[in-house]
């Protein structure tokens, strides 16, 4: 008995394959707990026609071959479970997740997969400040110029900004407290992200505790870093910005700034005009990951993670 395999059919042979891109583009802005309601369809079923259409959309992609690349890591679950993420940066898009976790072994394994001879081609690496992904990005690719990313940094510097808050609210007592209390995303967000009312919030806060103000203003203009295209003038700013550091108490921006000093070569690499990247992309897509993995809720399948992840800045089909 001989079957015939038909091009317009679906892997499941109970669809065509334009129902299962119907059921992917839906896919693309909905749950598929949603989708399977309103298709009438088990979830499974509908799972299965996404992933179809997703396979597709990476094989109608062109083969990664990038010159500049973000690599950074998510966890997919608790626990410090963690995945590698690559883009090309150039074309605004996801070309490889995997790993067993965010060691350096991990991160070769994108190295090897993209083959010796792209590796050479990669002009620019965006990354945090974490030592495997240097290291193997130095390894695989010595041509390329390693530049931190401002986001990470600025986490950073939050974290530092949130430490002197913690100390100021324990070292006060009774009424001085009331404003540090439950400010944490008021004193970490921009000011003009903030509505009125915590703009309100924030010029109390600031107005009754100075080491806060000033805590708060270093934070605010430590930013400007990455507007210079000298790296001489930048240097010369982050040397005041240090120097504003003394006297001030404020241990955690000390160290902070022995964290800038020992990375600055990578900070430093974005004054280069060759180095000018859009830096908002990674922030972009780590912001839509974390939608796919909240719609994703519950699924333990990690392929299916990889799709999403991978496509989610493809064109529709």
Known sequence: MKREKLAWLADNPFYTKRFAFYVGQRCRSATIRDVARELKLDWKTVKDLEKQYMREQLRRAAKPAPRVIGIDEIAIRKGHIYRIVVSDLERARPIWFGGADRSEASMDQFFVELGARKS??????????????????????PQASILFDKFHVMRHLGDALDTVRKSEYHRLQGKDRQYIKGQKYTLLSHRENLTLDGRRALKKLLAANKRLNTAYLLKESFGQLWDYRSEGWARRFFENWKAALKWQRLQPYEKFAAMIERHWEGIAAYCREENKVSLGFVEGLNNKIRVIQRRAYGLRDEEYLRLKVLTCMLPPI
């Open 120 to 141: 050479g081609r990669i002009q620019l690496a965006l990354m945090d400040m974490w030592k495997a992904f240097r290291n193997s990005t130095t390894r695989h690719a």
